[in-house]
């Protein structure tokens, strides 16, 4: 059974800290995804990693893909509380699967404090 | 660009009842489109996938006879829920893709609450 899993479920910390989300999945997959969602709205496509090794940044975020060790991360640098939300990953299209499907991870819920 | 809408944005229905759930892209051609289900403060779970045309491959645990897809053009699909129950509840999110964009991303909905009383 394919598994995606996040690590933490859920962060706090101060503005101005660095931390690091973590998704682990079970199965070989072509590209992974990562999303923010705010309360009660529907998902931001935030990064889309293509390849081993891939490595994106917009503003204070930055993810990055090691497809060997099925891991992607997602670096805060100097968080503000306009990033609190909760992020999710997503994983998809599989081998041999139904075309674009994505099977998200569990999501971190991230509140950043002043 | 790649913009999809979901109809309505907060519905409330008595049990038992059925409700239909729009999901429109509206600027381009959605050949596959995708119904997804939120629990608060869970992670979003694929109920079903449909590609224009034929009929929706339903996800395991998911009853195809409740929640009845019709993909029938290009930038509509519609989600029916079938005699509501409140355990139906639940945050209802679309997604659609196309061969006019990277037919490898999905473009997300807004998403539909559905509480059933």
């Known amino acids: 059974e394919l598994k995606v899993e996040q690590n933490p479920l859920f962060l706090s910390m101060q503005e101005g800290k660095n931390y690091t989300i973590y998704c682990n999945y079970s199965t070989t997959s072509d590209r992974l995804y990562w999303y923010r969602q705010d309360p009660g709205k529907s998902l931001e496509s935030l990064f889309v990693?293509?390849?081993?090794?891939a490595v994106k940044q917009e503003g204070r975020l930055m993810a990055s893909l090691d497809t060997k060790a099925r891991l992607s991360t997602l670096h805060i640098t100097a968080a503000v509380h306009d990033l609190s939300a909760t992020y999710f990953c997503a994983v998809g299209p599989f081998y041999g699967g139904a075309t674009n499907k994505l099977i998200f991870g569990t999501g971190t819920l991230l509140a950043v404090q002043p | 660009g790649a913009v999809v809408s979901q109809h309505p944005s907060w519905v409330i229905c008595k049990s038992g009842t059925s409700v239909k759930i729009e999901c429109r892209s509206l600027?381009?051609?959605?050949?596959?489109m995708f119904w997804y289900r939120q629990f608060p403060k869970q992670s979003l779970m694929l109920m079903a996938t449909s590609n224009e045309g034929s009929k929706a491959t339903y996800e395991q645990g998911v009853e195809k006879d409740k929640f009845l897809i019709n993909h029938a053009s290009l930038t509509l699909s519609t989600l029916t829920v079938t005699s509501a129950h409140p355990e139906d509840s639940s945050f209802y999110i679309c997604s659609a893709s196309g061969p006019e964009l990277n037919t490898d991303t999905q473009y997300f909905g807004p998403g539909t609450r559905l509480t059933v009383l």
């Open positions: 990693l293509l390849s081993n090794g």
């Open positions: 600027d381009f051609q959605a050949t596959t």
